[in-house]
């Protein structure tokens, strides 16, 4: 069997083939960041450029994809958030739409299976477990991002160092990584983990494509490696996001006795969109993941992709396969 060798020596392998894509590296569906621009870029620049459906409405949704549609003709996937309220007419909009590739965040989704199954769509679970990524197997999806608790928004409690092979050891499908991972150190490690690609966030947050505002752009790049924090769990859905003065105020709120749940849900609700849209970073939620303080330059897609694809390609010798086909 021959290898394909893409521009940075890196070899195809499964994930190329069975998404039609050149490099294994997704962005991850960042609600309120990823947008048609953002994907359209990274799906140009070979990798899979991912919308974030996050809270939007079918029509919302639809706008998004066709938008993306016209930016390239490549393949570009849409990110389920399956806490949304408007969940269902997001399924029906990718199924209507074509959308060729979902992934999954924030929940298990054997709800919605069948519908995008019979839609022709490939579903990629991100999973936080081992127990979600075994389910999703047996569910039909044609591969499982282990996302580990350095990743910034929603987060489960394991790290990727040890989700990762765990994850790679229960299920036969292939298996991505993500969550701390900013560089081609990170790549490497993540395929001598077992994985056969790898999603990035923070990484792409500070994009020259990535239209976040500039002020929550500008906290990412000055970001430290201590300066996120993790909020929401006795909310049941814990949130890392960078330490500003709405995270210190919710972490003081989580710890007094007394703190119903409603005032917490209701301090939480809009501050993603206040940080990103409106660029209010002090009132808002920036989230945004543990490797935040390796991501010190704006880039572009392009250059994040094929920089950090040679640079594995050297880390890894270039006899390496990749698990190449
Ligand atoms: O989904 C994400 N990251 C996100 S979603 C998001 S929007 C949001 N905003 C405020 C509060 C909550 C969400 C921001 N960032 N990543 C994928 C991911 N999924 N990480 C962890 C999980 C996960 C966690 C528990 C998946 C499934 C799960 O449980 C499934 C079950 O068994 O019910």
């Not at 570009?76 to 199924?95: H, K, Q, R, T």
């Amino acid at each position: 069997m021959s290898f394909i060798v893409t521009g940075t020596g890196m070899k195809k392998n499964e994930i190329c083939e069975l998404l039609g894509i050149d490099y294994p590296v997704f962005q991850g569906g960042m609600a309120w960041i990823a947008d048609a621009n953002l994907a359209a870029a990274v799906s140009n620049a070979g990798g899979l450029g991912i919308i974030a459906a996050m809270n939007s409405n079918g029509e919302q949704l639809k706008e998004q994809i066709r938008k993306a549609k016209e930016l390239t003709d490549k393949p570009f996937g849409v990110n389920l958030m399956l806490m949304s309220p408007y969940i269902e007419e997001a399924v029906d909009a990718v199924c209507e739409e074509g959308v060729k590739v979902v992934t999954t965040g924030a929940g298990n989704p054997s709800k919605y299976m069948e519908k995008l199954l019979n839609a022709g769509v490939k579903v990629i679970s991100v999973v936080a477990s081992v127990a979600l990524a075994v389910m999703a197997e047996r569910m039909g999806v044609v591969a499982v991002i282990a996302e580990g608790c350095e990743s910034g928004g929603h987060v489960g409690d394991t790290t990727t160092m040890a989700l990762v092979p765990q994850v790679v050891d229960a299920v036969t499908v292939p298996v991505l990584a993500a969550g701390g991972i900013a560089d081609a150190r990170g790549m490497a490690a993540a395929f001598m983990l077992g994985a056969k690609g790898i999603q990035m966030g923070t990484r792409f947050l500070t994009a020259k494509e990535c239209g976040v505002h500039a002020n929550y752009k500008e906290k990412v790049l000055k970001a430290k490696d201590r300066d996120t924090i993790v909020t929401g769990k006795s909310l049941g859905h814990p949130v890392r996001a960078l330490k500003n003065r709405m995270t210190r105020e919710f972490a003081k709120m989580e710890s007094t006795p007394g703190t119903t749940p409603d005032e917490l849900e209701k301090m939480g609700a809009g501050s993603l969109r206040l940080a990103a849209v409106e660029g209010d970073v002090k009132n808002g939620s920036c989230m945004c993941g543990q490797i935040a303080g390796l991501v010190n330059t704006e880039d572009s897609c392009e250059e994040i992709i094929h920089g950090i694809c040679e640079g594995a390609v050297e880390l890894l010798g270039r006899d390496y396969s990749f698990g190449g086909c």
